[in-house]
């Protein structure tokens, strides 16, 4: 009897650990390479117009045929490397709260799904001043980047709330 009380016993322990372990889809770091790699690559956006801004962070980050989207506009390689550059032709005082900063809350991690790839992903604020419109924004912001198996971001994709952004550019535009 105790034989089968034990058997029993571990079946049902046995069972409950496979449905546990089914859930599970990926494993999430918050420091290893990728998103280390990831946190250099936005302290390396903010920095643009300074000394330490370096292109060359960004260019060896992408695959050359990077695609994705910011809200309404497709990216490829060449425009994701331009990205900074924009930003500051429209915006001053660019901030975003970045993991271990002061500045507020951001949150970067990357996540290795079982069968869906690898993916970094940050969410946070993301603030600046329009040069044209002189406009505040604070922007919640979704970012993503799918990694390739060279290593290299293939894909990119921001989720945020583009109003902002198409104000600023039809006001630069206007005042050409």
């Not at 322990?13 to 390479?33: A, H, P, R, W, Y």
């Not at 002061?102 to 290795?112: H, I, N």
């Not at 002189?134 to 894909?155: C, R, T």
């Amino acid at each position: 009897m105790k034989k089968l009380i034990f058997t029993l016993s571990a079946l049902l322990f046995l069972s409950c650990q496979q449905t546990m372990d089914s859930d599970v889809i990926g494993v999430v770091k918050m420091s290893d390479e990728k998103t280390n790699t990831i946190l250099t690559e936005l302290n390396n956006y903010l920095s643009y117009g300074t000394d330490s801004y370096d292109v060359e962070i960004t260019s060896n980050l992408i695959s050359d045929d990077l695609a994705g989207n910011f809200p309404g506009t497709e990216l490829n390689a060449e425009t994701f490397i331009a990205t900074a550059e924009i930003h500051n032709s429209l915006f001053d005082n660019i901030e975003m709260s970045l993991p271990g900063d002061d500045a507020g809350w951001g949150g970067l991690q990357t996540v290795y799904y079982d069968g869906l790839g690898t993916w970094s992903h940050y969410w946070g604020t993301w603030t600046a001043t329009g040069k044209f419109t002189g406009n505040e924004i604070s922007q919640f912001i979704h970012l993503n980047w799918g990694w390739n198996d060279e290593g290299k971001v293939a894909f990119f994709n921001a989720q945020f709330d583009a109003g902002f952004f198409r104000d600023e550019l039809a006001a630069a535009e206007a005042s050409e």
